[in-house]
Nanobody, 116 residues
Framework: QVQLVESGGGLVQPGGSLRLSCAASGRISTYTMAWYRQAPGKQRDLVARITSGGYTNYADSVKGRFTISRDHAKNMVYLQMNSLKPEDTAVYYC???????????WGQGTQVTVSS
């Protein structure tokens, strides 16, 4: 069983930066970790993913602006978000998944609001 807790969200002006953190209980070194986001009235979409070996992939809308990383020793996953835009406003969720056939685990989400 994995429990995830996100933090680091908040209100930021367009062009600003935020760093989201995802703290996991239990070892997640073998899990693929991901950040998703969900804006009001929209579906939850993948933002970025990182495998246990460090391979990453990103949604086209955030490439070059967001960076996902992980710290195996601390059981932490991060999302560095730069050059934020109003359309980045959403609740951001951390996900852990051992393999494509396994159950996935979710955090409770953290709100990111980009507005002047």
């Amino acid at each position: 069983q994995v429990q995830l807790v996100e933090s680091g969200g908040g209100l930021v002006q367009p062009g600003g930066s935020l760093r989201l953190s995802c703290a996991a209980s239990g070892r997640i070194s073998t899990y693929t970790m991901a950040w998703y986001r969900q804006a009001p009235g929209k579906q939850r979409d993948l933002v970025a993913r990182i495998t246990s070996g460090g391979y990453t992939n990103y949604a086209d809308s955030v490439k070059g602006r967001f960076t996902i990383s992980r710290d195996h020793a601390k059981n932490m996953v991060y999302l560095q978000m730069n050059s934020l835009k109003p359309e980045d406003t959403a609740v951001y969720y951390c996900q852990a998944k051992l393999n494509p056939w396994a159950a996935d685990y979710w955090g409770q989400g953290t709100q990111v609001t980009v507005s002047s």
